[in-house]
């Protein structure tokens, strides 16, 4: 579903992705891992083309992301064919990056109107069937000011479930959450990985990795250090750098 090919990017002469490769396959959770400024986030971005790339490709279902193959060479798309491709990207970040001036169900309904050109009672249902899914049906009119963090993380997930996304990427989604929160979070991220749904999570939260992800992915210092299953990755890490990372965290 996610085909990422050696994969550089820089900011100035920081090198931060020094050829990240990695294949996920459709209905597959990954969870990535990895010290703070080891790239993971500079990752995420890269794959639903917030940032370019410096090098290496990234293909989602088969389409190359930002770009379009002309003859032998790689043109880059236009803003708008990017915005639309995007759309198939889903993304949660850590502070929710709700709309404050809209209600949860009018910040879940904005992209799929806009950027999609969706029927507007179309998605609207979609949106409240999405606002059940993640235990909100009663807040639909309610401001994100209005709204715990662990609920607006909720609408979030919803938002980015309305796009009907390939695939949804979470940027440390209950990092910013108070501790009692975090598991109404993750509980909603358990359920969308057993219905099948493509996941890339960047997490601190290891007992959820443990638990829910089909693969873990350690990074350091903007590579890929060492992957596996949560079994081999939190019982028998091969690398010194993961070894080391994990008798910090766990
Ligand atoms: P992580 O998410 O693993 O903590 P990031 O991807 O956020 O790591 O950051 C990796 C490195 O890239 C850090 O050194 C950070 O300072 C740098 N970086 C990230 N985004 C930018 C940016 N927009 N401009 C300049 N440097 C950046
Ligand atoms: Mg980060």
Redo the contacts with the bound molecule.
Sequence with gaps: MVEIRDVHKA??T?Q??KGINLRINPGEVVAIL????????????TINHL?KLDGGTITIDGALMGYKIRGNQLHELREKEVLRQRTHVGMVFQNFNLFPHLTALANIIEAPIQAQGRDRGEVTAQALALLRRVGLEDRADAYPRQLSGGQQQRVAIARALALNPKVVLF??PTSALDPELVGEVLDVIRALAKDGTTLIV?THEMGFARDVADRVVF?DA?NIVEEGTPTQIFGAPQQARTKEFLSKVI
């Design positions: 900011f100035g920081n931060v992705l990895g010290p703070s400024g080891s790239g993971k986030s500079t990752l995420l971005r940032e940027d440390e960047v990074m903007g």
